[in-house]
């Protein structure tokens, strides 16, 4: 029976570039997989087949034979250097074409292909990162501030300086996977490639691990770190400190330190990025006939701010480069100020008395409320209409 078309064999086109080989390959050998196929008596050979195409095709210097003299091309030794023709003819061409498959069906969830590198990278781990939540006051965060904090990470070990063997000795290969980190078992026409029991992955083994960090080469511990907090920061502000985390495993390297601030509320001030806000409570009387009010500053200092005569609630006044500090420079902020008409209470006869008679002579000098009840009566007398 005549080959079919290695092309066809792959479901692509003659002009078909090489990932469009690639492609019509990996899908028809996920199409044709024999263990998707466990019914179909001619799964087997259909995916030889497949293989065999994709073995000359993926090749520049085949696929340009092929295309010149079709299967003719690998047969009697042309263009194959002699025992290679025929596709799977030669153990060679088998073993190269199953590691293809094995690779591209397998490879994403079985860490790719191995080797002694793959040992190597596994042996010296890398720390993991940690994360701190530091909270500081606003105050803090205007200045800027130093502050010391116990972190409890893994250290490298003192006594065996991470390599995790007794007395500081380097690890040693590991004798079932012979570093590979990786062993291979045959499951019928399949060779399936897993973690080696021994070492974990890691290629190599501690003969004697050390007694003080059981062969881990690192120990739990309260490390004690100065940290800069600089001025400007605010609440999610991240602070990066390179290679302050975790300690890697066998003298990997370590981690890193993410510091995440929190700014805890003023009782006073409110924050909007760089701008502070300041709700100042001034009486009736002040904000009828105008005056003065003293307001603190983040800086610990005092500002006189001018009431001008009818302020009503709500009325704001800036004080000008009074607010937060921008985070690496950029200037200062504006502090606002908000005044808050106070209504009095407990008052006493006399009071009462006097604010009554100041009832009796207001007329016309409250406009608020004068425009919100012309308001009202027009609305009533729409409803009425």
């Known amino acids: 029976m005549a080959k079919r078309d290695y092309y066809e064999t792959l479901g692509v086109s003659r002009g078909a570039s090489a990932e469009e080989i690639k ?69 060679g061409d088998f073993a190269s074409a199953f590691s293809d498959v094995f690779e591209d069906l397998f490879g994403d969830f079985m860490g790719g292909r191995g080797g002694a590198a793959g040992g190597a990278r596994a042996r010296a781990q890398r720390g993991s990162d940690l994360r701190y939540n530091l909270r500081v006051t606003l105050e803090e965060t205007f200045s800027g501030i130093q502050k010391t904090i116990n972190v409890p990470t893994s250290v490298t070990c003192d006594v065996c300086h991470g390599t995790g063997a007794e007395g500081g000795a380097e690890p040693v290969t590991c004798p079932t996977c012979s570093g590979m980190g ?56 991240r602070i990066r400190l390179a290679g302050e985390g975790e300690a890697g495993m ?11 601030i929190e700014v805890k509320e003023h009782p006073i001030f409110q924050r909007d990025g760089v701008s502070l806000f300041c709700r100042v409570p001034i009486s009736i009387a002040t904000a009828a006939l105008g005056g003065e009010v003293e307001v603190p500053t983040i800086d610990g200092g005092r500002s006189r701010v001018k009431v001008p005569a009818g302020s009503q609630t709500g009325k704001q006044m800036r004080l000008r480069n009074k607010g937060m500090p921008a985070l690496r420079g950029g200037g200062t902020g504006d ?19 006097i604010l ?7 007329g016309d000098n409250n406009p608020e409320g004068k425009s919100f009840f012309s308001k009202v009566k027009g609305f009533w007398d729409g409803r009425k209409g």
């Open 250 to 260: 066998r003298g990997g390297p370590s981690g890193d330190l993410y510091i995440f």
């Open 182 to 237: 990786k062993v291979r078992a045959q499951q019928g026409f399949f060779t399936v490639e897993r973690t080696c029991p021994t070492c974990n992955g890691a290629g190599q083994i501690v003969k004697n691990p050390c007694k003080n960090c059981h062969g881990a080469g690192r120990v739990e511990k309260d490390r004690s770190l100065s940290v800069n907090i600089p001025a400007g920061v605010e609440t999610g502000t």
């Open 335 to 353: 502090m606002l100020i908000e005044l808050a008409v106070e209504t009095p209470v407990n008052l006493t006869s006399r009071q009462k008395e």
């Open 23 to 91: 492609k019509g390959y990996r899908t028809k050998a996920k199409e044709l997989h024999p263990d998707r196929n466990a019914d179909n008596p001619d799964a087997e050979a259909q995916f030889k087949e497949v293989n065999e195409a994709y073995d000359v095709l993926k090749d520049a210097e085949k696929k340009a034979a092929y295309d010149k003299f079709g299967h003719a091309a690998f047969e009697g030794g042309m263009g194959g250097g002699g025992q290679r023709g025929g596709g799977f003819q030669g153990n």
């Open 356 to 362: 009554r008679e100041f009832e009796g002579l207001s």
